[in-house]
Nanobody
């Protein structure tokens, strides 16, 4: 099946906001816990936020209170609202399943750069 498609990244100043979107097929998105991951140059990919099928959310300590993950099953879309951004948030952001991460479904990601 088709890979996830991420969008919404860009250049933002510290303290600014961005909203990322992740789309896929209905069954791929709506039947699984979804997560947002990020990978900075020279660092391992990390899970920063997750949302269950039932809507429960969890966040990494580094983004807690600043990022919000949500899903719209009618649109087969998962969102990541990023507020009060810091330079350390600079990375390529990806979405994928959480319980089972399928390599073939990784998309190209969307670049987020936080810089003054």
């Amino acid at each position: 099946q088709a890979r996830f498609v991420e969008s919404g990244g860009g250049l933002v100043q510290p303290g600014g906001s961005l909203r990322l979107s992740c789309t896929g097929s209905g069954s791929t998105i709506n039947s699984n816990t979804m997560g947002w991951y990020r990978q900075a140059p020279g660092k391992q990919r990390e899970l920063v936020a997750r949302v269950s099928v039932g809507g429960s959310t969890n966040y990494a300590d580094s983004v807690k209170g600043r990022f919000t993950i949500s899903r719209d099953n009618a649109k087969n879309t998962v969102f990541l609202e990023m507020n009060s951004q810091k330079p350390e948030d600079t990375a390529v952001y990806y979405c994928n399943w959480v319980e089972v991460v399928v390599i073939a479904l990784w998309g190209q990601g969307t670049q987020v750069t936080v810089s003054s």
